[in-house]
């Protein structure tokens, strides 16, 4: 019988130990190349001209379908599912009994009685734990990701085309005038002489869409494409290029997920495997709790206040209804770090002395879950959760959850970068020295166009 997750967790003893060293570095994208051409002119085209991401590899898909499948999605969702409705899409997310994140995904409300569930393995297997073990008439089908499979296909394929010449492209691939549709709203588009079904998305605050349909329509569907945007600079994105665009977006793309204590989750944890992500996943910096429940994150944490409706019940309601009474949220903001102090870290690789962490280029995280300490006098008032550096902004940024008093716009902090006692055993970390860097705190998402572009989102939302 193989080990449950519950029985890692009794044999790891210290659990926040366990998470930081385990040895796996960041979330990988696998299935395009690193680079088409360069990680710089790759992040340009996206705040320029426009990109074609292909996200066909590095996510888990889940289909949910059967009669009871809206009722089951919204008991496990904070948002609220009033007027959702075939072809529209939202931001998923599921939180525990008391009230901390699992994680999130896209929800796709494809037809009656059917759901995809696209997004990182947590909530998927939040999901899939309800369907079998609740009393739902659901069936689910997990379209696993890329990496975790052999056969060299998948269900679907997933494209994205953004940026400023987005909808002229799409114009020149169908032939006709993109439709004028809400964000996160649904149509459907012929490509390549493909059927396409098109979701109104942005990332990096740029317009444009998400395009998906059947994997035997991926090479039909992705030539179209890249022919319709050779006229407009279109530009293919790697992997490296792509997990940086959310530092332009503002979207904190790895909640810790907070299932490892807790005696109403010891079920789950039995349910769950020991080759399942939260088995493996890895945290890095130099945030280290005395117990694991320190990198659990509130919906409020991440810039999810929006979606917490109380008007169905859902798992994790009660606590959710405390902490809104009591009204002390951590803020979600953007800090842009000093150019010097920057410069000063990365020029300690250049010595024989103590060197700081190294910083990757353009993203520096080295783990499945950073957390780094935010400080302002010598006391910690905020966590940095995901860091890197923008070409178009010709800055390293961070995304952060600051505590109340220090979220303002402007507020001078500093980050402390780097692991105490000269590093964990993670393969990604070397022998290195903690050292603090300034830093400013900046509107979220950073990118004037993005705010500008999200403006009736919740990425700038505040309630």
Request: aromatic letters at 12%.
């Amino acid at each position: 019988m193989s080990q449950t997750l519950e029985q890692v967790i009794q044999n790891a003893g210290d659990l926040v130990n366990f998470v930081r060293n385990q040895q796996v570095g960041p979330n990988v994208y696998p299935g395009v190349p690193s680079e088409f051409s360069n990680w710089r002119a790759e992040q340009w085209a996206w705040g320029h001209t426009a990109v074609l991401y292909n996200q066909s590899y590095h996510m888990v898909d889940l289909a949910v379908k059967g009669p009871d499948a809206f009722k089951m999605l919204e008991h496990l969702g904070i948002n609220s599912f009033k007027n959702f409705q075939p072809d529209r899409a939202k931001q998923f997310v599921p939180v525990t009994p008391d009230g901390y994140v699992i994680g999130d995904v896209i929800l796709f409300y494809l037809d009656e009685n059917h759901f995809n569930l696209v997004g990182r393995a947590p909530t998927i297997e939040w999901v899939e734990y309800h369907a079998a073990s609740g009393n739902w008439n659901v069936t689910v089908e997990r379209d696993e990701r890329w990496a975790m499979r052999t056969d060299g296909k998948r269900n679907s394929y997933r494209f994205q085309v953004q940026g400023p010449n987005a909808m002229k492209i799409i114009e020149k691939a169908t032939g006709k005038t993109p439709p004028e549709l809400k964000f996160f709203h649904m149509t459907r588009m012929t490509i390549g002489g493909k059927e396409v079904r098109a979701l109104r998305h942005g990332m990096a605050g740029q317009p444009g869409f998400e395009l998906m349909g059947p994997w035997e329509d991926y090479g039909a569907v992705h030539a179209a494409l890249v022919e319709a945007g050779k006229e407009f600079q279109m530009a293919l994105v790697g992997g490296r290029a792509y997990s940086s665009n959310t530092l332009e977006s503002g979207w904190i793309p790895s909640p810790f997920p907070a299932i490892y204590t807790g005696e109403a989750l010891a079920p789950y944890r039995a349910w769950l495997t020991a080759n399942s992500y939260e088995a493996k996943c890895s945290v890095g910096g130099s945030y280290v709790p005395e117990t694991i429940e320190g990198y659990y994150t509130t919906p409020w944490d991440l810039g999810y206040g929006p979606f917490v409706k109380f008007d169905h019940d859902f798992i994790g309601r009660a606590a959710l209804e405390k902490m809104a009474a009591e009204g002390k949220h951590r803020t979600k903001v953007t800090l842009a770090l000093d150019n010097e102090d920057v410069m000063r870290v990365q020029s300690s690789a250049l010595s024989t002395g103590d060197r700081a962490k190294f910083m990757e280029y353009p993203s520096a995280v080295y783990s499945m879950h950073p957390f780094d300490q935010v400080l302002a006098d010598g006391k910690m008032v905020g966590l940095s959760t995901w860091i890197g550096y923008t070409a178009n902004e010709g800055k390293f940024l961070t995304l952060a959850m600051m505590e109340p008093g220090f979220e303002t716009p402007g507020t001078e902090v500093s980050l402390l970068w780097g692991e105490p006692n000269g590093g964990t055993t993670k393969p990604t970390v070397e022998p290195h020295v903690q050292t603090e860097i300034k830093a400013t705190v900046s509107a979220v998402p950073y990118v004037a166009a993005a705010r500008d572009n999200y403006a009736e989102g919740w990425r700038t939302r505040k309630s």
